[in-house]
């Protein structure tokens, strides 16, 4: 038995890497006026970046002298294999943010909600669909489980105003708020939005134990959940967690802890019969050592893996984001050598052909054996499909 298992095991591990892994790591750097410096000198990564669940897109805030304040980028594939990363404009202002999970939309602080599509095309003459959510200083939000054409819900999650009155804090810690409004789509191809709840103040039943203030607020790609970092914890450790928003959308149920602090920790997506993974930048402990740079929690294992590539000299942006098909994408400045000229762009790493978990599966191959062995050309393709309809743009494009 044990024999025709590990026969088995074997073949399933010879098909997937029969269809072709991507590479470990592919380095994308920024053409045309994107990489043209400031007047300082420099290219700039931008301050903050979300990554589309296919890859594809990233939305970048602070795009630099010769851009629009916020530009989505299109990571390209060119005719040699090589990929690079070109800019449209956008109207948006500051943090804007798109609806995570389907990217179905991109909104502006002020709530104005538009196709990505309709961005690509346009740019900044693209026309909004709606207006609703949360507003304000870097808000995040996110598609909910089960929309159909005439139910669609988004649930936004505020960047917390600190004082309790309306008024921002600075420094951007305060009681939580999320809001949910319905939004459906006409026949004609544009959206509406048709309900708005009330805004529910967040987490008062977690002030004996980790307080009801948080900074740092990131919601998953499903909308069930959300990372932050609590700021009068009971048990005095400054760390980033995981929540559930409760039934009544008020209550917040502690799900994980990161056990370190981070910048912000992203979610990814919840792979069948498993917990959605999140990556951050930080230092965090990776075989008794501390390593700084971009790492993945994941949540199943209850372990922390680097994901830096050691061969490159890396500067990494600090708000890294993963692909529906379990890649890794984040902005950085690098080097080929300690002399060489430095690049500015993204980095795509896969996650399964790190070599910290190549070192893990050699270790505990037991824990490791739900690993997949790597992404394939195949799932990034099933992604890129399905996105690209949901864009309402052809793949070519």
Not at 47 to 68: A, C, H, Q, T
Not at 196 to 215: A, E, P, Q, V, W
Not at 350 to 378: G, H, I, M, W
């Amino acid at each position: 038995m044990k024999l025709l298992l590990t026969s088995l095991t074997l073949l399933l591990i010879t098909i997937e890497v029969s269809a072709k892994c991507v590479p470990a790591n592919e380095y994308v750097p920024f053409v045309g006026v994107a990489a043209k410096p400031n007047s300082d000198g420099t290219v700039p990564v931008g301050m903050y970046s979300r990554i589309s669940p296919d890859g594809r897109y990233v939305m970048r805030s602070f795009s630099g002298d010769s851009l629009s304040t916020v530009t989505l980028m299109e990571i390209v594939k060119q005719s040699d294999g090589t990929k690079v990363a070109q800019a449209y404009e956008t109207d948006f202002n500051n943090e804007a943010f798109p609806i995570q999970g389907t990217w179905r939309f991109l909104s502006d602080v002020d709530g104005s909600h538009y196709r990505l599509g309709d961005l690509v095309r346009n740019q900044k003459r693209a026309k909004r669909q709606f207006k609703g959510g949360i507003s304000g200083f870097y808000t995040a939000a996110a598609e909910m489980p089960g929309a159909t054409d005439q139910n669609i819900q988004i649930r936004s999650l505020s960047w917390p105003n600190g004082n309790g009155n309306g008024l921002q804090d600075q420094q951007g810690t305060g009681q939580l708020t999320n809001e949910i409004i319905t939004v459906k789509k006409n026949p004609d191809g544009s959206y509406d939005k048709t309900d708005t709840s009330k805004i529910f103040y967040m987490c008062d039943n977690l002030r004996k134990t980790d307080g009801s203030m948080f900074s740092l607020p990131m919601i998953s790609t499903n909308g069930l959940e959300f990372s932050a970092l609590p700021q009068n914890p009971q048990d005095h450790r400054m760390t980033m967690r995981i929540y559930k928003f409760g039934a009544d959308n008020k209550e917040c149920e502690p799900a994980d802890d990161l056990r370190v602090p981070a910048s912000k920790a992203i979610f990814g997506f919840a792979q069948t019969g498993k917990k959605a993974p999140l990556v951050y930048l930080s230092n965090a402990v990776v075989n008794n050592a501390a390593v700084y740079g971009i790492h993945l929690y994941d949540r199943d294992l209850g372990r922390t893996f680097f994901l830096g590539d050691r061969s490159k000299f890396i500067t990494a942006d600090a708000f890294p984001g993963m692909t529906k098909d379990g890649r890794v994408v984040y902005g950085a400045k690098w080097k080929d050598c300690s002399n060489c000229a430095e690049k500015t762009g993204y980095i795509i790493t896969d996650f399964y052909q790190s070599e910290d978990v190549r070192r893990f599966r050699q270790s505990n191959p037991d824990q490791a054996k739900n690993l997949k062995q790597c992404v394939t050309e195949e799932d990034v393709a099933k992604v890129e499909a399905e996105q690209a309809a949901m864009y309402g743009l052809s793949q070519s494009k």
